[in-house]
């Protein structure tokens, strides 16, 4: 898997499905990550829980909490992600979101080597400064496994710099705060989409907030993707082992809503 992967994934609009991996099993999320895929999404970020998610709003520092009460490690997700490459074949781009504190512990080259190995795409680190990016994106260039770069509405002064390091896609976030279901983003995200253009064609892809199909529609107007976690992880958290329905029928309609 190479960053042309992952960029493939955006030759249409791109739906990106978020759930947090172990909850509420590891084997509940490997069904849920396939029952993604059959639905239309494009790309599946899974969850590395920790015990600290501070960019994570309730209903994900929840979902991280119980996959952790289920003994849920970087190593068995690094486990499931091989058994979706090699027993089910699943081929669509997959990233992990996780904090820097659990690659720091495994070791940066380890990491990403083992990412790579089992067939992960990328990872997003919230928690990443850019000033100290440097390092953390030798290992993972060593391995082929992009660092996707954030930018967030605070970013203004940055936005170019960090547009032109980027690779695989741009996290664009949508909000201040963290993450979780909003009523409504008032975020210029246009103007910022124009200036990451002026340095770079990697493409953008909207989160953090994200819900409802009109939401997805009117961030994939001015963007390349729309990232959607917490609806998606609500559901989990609603029905448990017994989601499939719920996750398939709510992906499918909101890729229907990005055309």
């Known amino acids: 898997m190479t960053v042309e992967t992952i960029q493939r994934a955006f030759e249409h609009k791109a739906f990106i499905g978020f759930l947090t991996g172990g909850d509420p099993s590891l084997e509940d999320t490997r069904r849920y990550i396939k029952v993604m895929a059959e639905a239309g999404a494009d790309l599946v970020e899974i969850g590395v829980p920790f015990s600290d998610p501070i960019a994570e709003g309730p209903a994900i520092q929840a979902a991280s909490a119980r996959a952790l009460a289920a003994h849920t490690t970087p190593e068995k997700l690094f486990g499931l992600v091989d058994e979706l490459r090699r027993q089910d074949g699943l081929t669509i781009p997959l990233a992990m979101m996780t904090y820097l504190n659990p690659v720091h512990h495994y070791g940066y080259e380890a990491f990403f080597a083992r990412a790579a190995a089992v067939g992960v795409d990328a990872l997003i680190i919230p928690d990443l400064p850019f000033d100290e990016h440097e390092e953390v ?9 992009a660092v996707i770069s954030m930018i967030a509405p605070t970013s203004a002064d940055r936005v ?14 949508s909000s201040l705060g963290v993450t979780g279901v909003r009523s409504e983003i008032t975020t210029d995200l246009a103007s910022i989409v124009a200036q990451i253009r002026e340095v770079t064609d990697v493409p953008v892809a ?4 994200i819900s409802t199909p009109a939401q997805a529609a009117a961030m994939t107007a001015v963007a390349d993707g729309a990232i959607v976690g917490s609806a998606i992880v609500r559901l989990i958290a609603e029905h448990g082992s017994h989601a499939d329905e719920a996750i398939g029928g709510y992906v499918r309609e909101m ?3 990005m055309g």
């Open 255 to 257: 890729v229907r809503a």
């Open 137 to 145: 994106r030798q290992a993972a260039a060593s391995a082929h496994v």
């Open 206 to 209: 909207v989160g953090f907030g």
């Open 160 to 173: 170019r710099q960090i547009a032109s390091h980027a690779e695989g896609f741009i996290y664009l976030v």
